[in-house]
Each structure stands twice: as C-alpha cells, then as structure tokens.
C-alpha cells in the first residue's frame, strides 16, 4: 500500500511538473497579443495612430497600409474596457501619438465584459502576453492553462513546429482571407445578430463610461479620438432590433457630439461589395484593404 501511494505521488508531481513545463513553453510563444506588446515596446517611439477594438478593426484595417507610424490594438471581442487599459498602459512607450481609432459597433455598448461573461478566459491573454496588471499573479487570469484547450493547441503546435500564429507584426488579423471563405457566408447574418444580443443591457452605462474615460484621456494627452462604424454584410444589418440598434446610436451620438469627435460611418456603404466580406460582419483581406485605403485618404495620416 505504502509503495502504492508512494507510485500515485511520484507520478501526480511529474505530472504537475510537465504542466508546469508547458506553461512556461506556451508562455514563451509569439502570439497576435505578444506581438503587439513587442512592437510597442520596441518601437513605440515611431507610432502615432493606435487602431482600437474588436475583430471588426483586428480584421478590416491593415496597419501596414494606413501609414507607416500605425499599430492595430484591436483584439477579438476586445471591448472599451481593455482598449482603455491599453491605451493607459502603452501610452508611455507612445510619446508620439497623436490619433486612436475606436469602432462603434452593434454589440459595443451591451456585450457583456470578458470577466462577468463566458469569455473570461479572454482576459488571460492581456494578463499573460500584455502585462496588463488587472488581476493578481496568482490568480486564475495569469495561468495559460487555466484555458486548458487552448493551452493544449498551443503545445501542439510547437510539438509539431506548425505556427498559431495569424497577425502580421503590426496586429493586423490574417486568417480572414476571400480564397477560404465558406460558400454559405451570407446566410449567418440572422443568427450573427441574435449572437450580439445575448449579453446584459446593464453594461450599457459601464461601457458608455469606459468609452467616455478613453476619450478623455486622449484630450488630456493631446490625441484625438475619431470613431469608425466598419462595413457590414445587408442580412446582418437588416436582423438588428430596434432596441439594441437604438441603444448603438443614441451612445455613439451622446460621446460624438459632447466630444465634438469626427466620425465615419461605413456601414452600409456601397462602395462594399460581395469580395470585400469574409462572413456577414467581418471584412475579407480584400475589403480591409479598401477600408484601410478609404481612412488613409481620408485622415492623411502620413501628411
């Protein structure tokens, strides 16, 4: 029996031991964070535009091509909250910047924040790869594996050499290219819409009020804000309810005309057409880069 339990501890501490192994592998992997953070470390000094938000923006504008002072800070489901705390914690790798991007979206003002929500394991991504000091080192925020299938993913990839990696060096979303796009694209945008709606109404204020906070900072540092609306696909924009489009516009509205902010809305523009979308709300490579050249003319950043 003693020999028995002896075995079961030896193996239960070589199994905390490989864990403890891989966490540390897969904490020294490049990711789209990690890659952002390294090039504003490095060269924080040479940007003046940031690009703020969700995969709306991570996806539909290409950094390299809006001007060459330019980093998208854009993350998958990145809310205000996060694109404060970033834009608070890299300012001071950032002594030049002079303009930050924030997208306006359907979902901006009600989805609900990584940690209250079912994507909390989001967060750990800005904890580990970010140093974004939100939450303690010993809690579950700051452990990879605490994201157990992504955790599993990342081991695998470097087991077998193939790289997880989908963002070029200046935070632009590669994976959403027109030669892979599922032939069915444009059947999802009703149930795309329904997926928008299912968070809590109470985050409204709170999500006002973190907009509110990144626009502030801007003015105390001499940047300016400007808000986008990205394009997206008609069965989407026509499956909104009028509740939640209304919540949308009357926030947008109530910061763009209190902060007297410019603003460009692409919704529904039609210069947007079949090529230039991945999936009903998502630009394809080819519609970001027509997104990216519409701001560049229009904000003449390199001017």
């Given amino acids: 029996m003693k020999k028995f339990i002896l075995k079961a501890g030896l193996f239960g501490i070589i199994i905390i031991m490989l864990l403890a192994v891989g966490e540390l592998a897969v904490r020294s992997m490049l990711t789209p964070y990690g890659i952002k953070h390294l090039e504003v470390v490095n060269n924080g000094d040479k940007i003046s535009t940031v690009v703020l938000g969700s995969s709306h923006t991570y996806y539909g504008i290409d950094a390299k091509e809006l001007g060459d002072s330019v980093i998208n800070m854009a993350n998958i489901s990145q809310l205000y909250d996060y694109d404060y705390y970033l834009l608070e914690h890299y300012k001071k790798y950032m002594p030049n910047l002079r303009r930050v991007i924030i997208p306006v979206s359907y979902f901006s003002f009600t989805d ?108 105390a540092n001499s940047i300016e804000p400007i808000i986008i609306t990205t394009p997206v696909w008609s069965s989407y924009y026509e499956s909104w309810r009028d509740a939640q489009k209304k919540i949308m516009i009357e926030n947008r509205d109530y910061i763009i005309n209190k902060y007297n902010l410019r603003y460009y809305d692409y919704i529904r523009d039609p210069r947007f057409v079949d090529e230039d979308f991945y999936d009903v709300d998502h630009l394809s490579d080819i519609g970001a880069t027509k997104l990216t050249a519409l701001l560049r003319d229009t904000l003449k950043i390199n001017e």
């Fill in 112 to 219: 609900d924040f990584f940690e209250e929500g079912n994507e909390w394991k989001m967060a750990i991504n800005y904890k580990v790869y970010m140093e974004i000091d939100r939450h303690s080192d010993f809690s579950k925020y700051n452990f990879v594996i605490a994201n157990f299938d992504v955790y599993s993913g990342k081991l695998k990839s470097l087991l077998t050499g193939k790289s997880r990696i989908k963002c070029d060096s200046l935070g632009h979303g590669l994976d959403f290219t027109l030669d892979i796009r599922p032939s069915n694209w444009k059947e999802g945008g009703y149930k795309r819409a329904r997926d928008h709606e299912k968070h809590l109404h109470d985050n409204v204020g709170r999500s006002r009020e973190f907009l509110e906070k990144i626009v502030a900072f801007c003015n």
